[in-house]
């Protein structure tokens, strides 16, 4: 479970994230969403500890990131697909991660399988095509076999199939009563594979609910967002003003 309790985070007189408190429950798909700017992407990054908060807290099983033991065991994470070690295989990769957090070797293998691939366990990853990438990411989530998965735009750069697949596992994930929760910008994916919604605006939480009911009254989940969420987009000028 993770619990965020009134998790802040101030940029000089910006407030990219303000007094958030949300709670993403095991056994099923917590979709996040929000506008460009909204704060998504911060917010994961205080829950990774990559990001240290102005104030308030966030917490997965009870305790704080950075004090997990081995966060692979208990947290899996997508952040970016960018910045692998492109003269790895991909096998080599798990396998260093792997070892980095005590795991056996074999959870490679299992997480490849997993993913779809087994069948390019043995390329470098420079020859990688970003969908590709994207899997490795999700790959490395899964290699500790953790209750907790949170997956920052996890269908970036997949095709048709790809979505498809991310879509039956994510959905088979919470189904084995692990904790889930995916950020993503398409609006019509999360129709399909989220059960519960945050949306965040302005840094602000507009609405922790469940999908039937945050959609009741409007035509589709799409129509649902954009009315919640119309005066809340923020754009960065050449200026670097938010508006």
Known sequence: MIEVQQLTKRYGGDTAVD??????????????????????????????????????????????YRSLPAPLREVGALVEAAGLHGGRTAYRHLCWLAASNGLPRHRATVALER????????????????????????????????????????????????????????????????TVLISSHLISEMALTADHLLVIGAGRLLADTGVDEFTRGHASLEAAYFALTADTTRYRGAGGSTR
């Open 115 to 178: 993913t779809g691939l087994a069948s390019v366990a043995d390329r470098r990853i420079r020859g990688f095509s970003l969908g590709m990438r994207q899997r490795l990411g999700v790959a490395a989530a899964l290699l500790g076999d953790p209750s907790t998965l949170i997956l920052d735009e996890p269908v970036n750069g997949l095709d048709p199939e790809g979505v498809h697949w991310i879509r039956t596992l994510l959905r088979a994930l919470a189904a084995e009563g692990r």
């Open 19 to 64: 007094g958030v408190t949300f709670a993403v429950e095991p056994g099923r798909v917590t979709g996040f969403l929000g506008p460009n700017g909204a704060g998504k992407s911060t917010t994961i990054r205080m829950m990774l500890a990559l990001t240290t908060p102005t104030s308030g807290r966030a917490t997965v099983n009870g305790r704080p």
